[in-house]
């Protein structure tokens, strides 16, 4: 399967921790990476590999794969987090690129 | 430090050929670490991969647009080229160009993206 599925939303109280999933069967080969897109902005690249993060991504954000489910976990949420998020991989073949539908994160 | 800025007109007619140029600075598109890559994004709705290239090989494009689209690089100019061709409304997006650092599927530098629309 060359499909990503997310939930369409999760919210999480201020400073509590929340976790969005992305499920596909590439995932059991690849790796997802995952992505915080705000209105009017690009696509930010916030978490790849088995638990990597970019320079300046705060240490909130942690990944982890279980299976064929990718997960990207926010640990005490804060305000800036609100946001739609992301994750991709490459598709079961290896040579094309997926992405989820998205989940909009809203901290309450 | 990567930057990647589009280019393009930001309004097509149906059935003409979108042309859009990705102008990368910070480093040489020519380099064998990087993937270059395109996505878009219909008003209020999710991402869509268009298609990845790569300086030593061929391009790869998503099966739905195949028939479609192309991607080119010039390494004169350090830029990369999104073509797409018998527009329709359904491609109106915001498109962007973004780059990936040694996996074809993580996009670490993007840039501001661009809104096309396909309109008479």
């Known amino acids: 399967s060359s499909e990503l599925t997310q939930d369409p939303a999760v919210s999480v109280a201020l400073g509590q921790t929340v976790r969005i999933t992305c499920q596909g069967d590439s995932l059991r080969r690849y790796y997802a990476s995952w992505y915080q897109q705000k209105p009017g902005q690009a696509p930010l690249l916030v978490l790849y590999?088995?638990?990597n993060r970019p320079s300046g991504i705060p240490g909130r954000f942690s990944g982890s794969t279980s299976g064929n489910t990718a997960s990207l976990t926010v640990t005490g949420a804060q305000a800036e987090d609100d946001a739609d998020y992301y994750c991709?991989?490459?598709?079961?073949?290896?040579?094309?690129?997926?992405f989820g539908g998205g989940t909009r994160l809203t901290v309450l | 430090q990567l930057q990647l800025q589009e280019s393009g007109p930001g309004l097509v007619k149906p059935s003409e050929t979108l042309s859009l140029t990705c102008s990368v600075s910070?480093?040489?598109?020519?380099?064998?670490?990087?993937?270059w890559g395109w996505i878009r994004q219909p008003p209020g709705k999710g991402l869509e991969w268009i298609g990845t290239?790569?300086?030593?090989?061929?391009?790869y494009y998503n099966p739905s647009l195949r028939s479609r689209v192309s991607i080119s690089l010039d390494t004169s100019k350090n830029q990369f080229s999104l073509k797409l061709t018998s527009v329709t409304a359904a491609d109106t997006a915001i498109y962007y160009c973004?780059?990936?650092?040694?996996?074809?599927?993580?996009?670490?530098?993007w840039g501001q993206g661009t809104l096309v629309t396909v309109s008479s």
């Open positions: 590999g088995r638990d």
């Open positions: 991709n991989s490459r598709d079961s073949g290896g040579n094309l690129v997926v």
């Open positions: 910070g480093g040489p598109i020519s380099s064998n670490s990087y993937y």
């Open positions: 973004a780059s990936a650092y040694s996996s074809a599927s993580t996009f670490d530098y």
């Open positions: 290239i790569f300086y030593s090989g061929s391009p």
